[in-house]
Nanobody, 116 residues
């Protein structure tokens, strides 16, 4: 089992910034992909960004140039720096973990609300 604990969500005005963190613990396999997905009200869950254990990244087009994903392998933690936030970024953001053994775990989610 792998446990994921997210933090850093909240309410921010348009144009503002937030930094999400996700700390993993438990039976972690070093070769893995961690990422952030989001789900807005009435919509499906979508990938925001993901990063593999050697630093390769992928972003959804809507956040390119505004969001940056990074990780600290020593701390088993992944971060999502979100800048120039827009109202359409409002969603519950979930951390994910997937490893080479096919294990897939999700965090409980953290709310991000962008509103004036």
């Amino acid at each position: 089992q792998v446990q994921l604990v997210e933090s850093g969500g909240g309410l921010v005005q348009p144009g503002g910034s937030l930094r999400l963190s996700c700390a993993a613990s438990g039976s972690i396999i070093s070769v893995n992909v961690m990422g952030w997905y989001r789900q807005a009200p009435g919509k499906g869950r979508e990938l925001v960004a993901r990063i593999n254990s050697v630093g390769g990244t992928k972003y959804v087009d809507a956040v390119k140039g505004r969001f940056t994903i990074s990780r600290d392998n020593a701390k088993n933690t992944v971060y999502l720096q979100m800048n120039s936030l827009k109202p359409e970024d409002t969603a519950v953001y979930h951390c994910s973990y997937m490893d080479v053994a096919g294990n897939n775990y999700w965090g409980q989610g953290t709310q991000v609300t962008v509103s004036s």
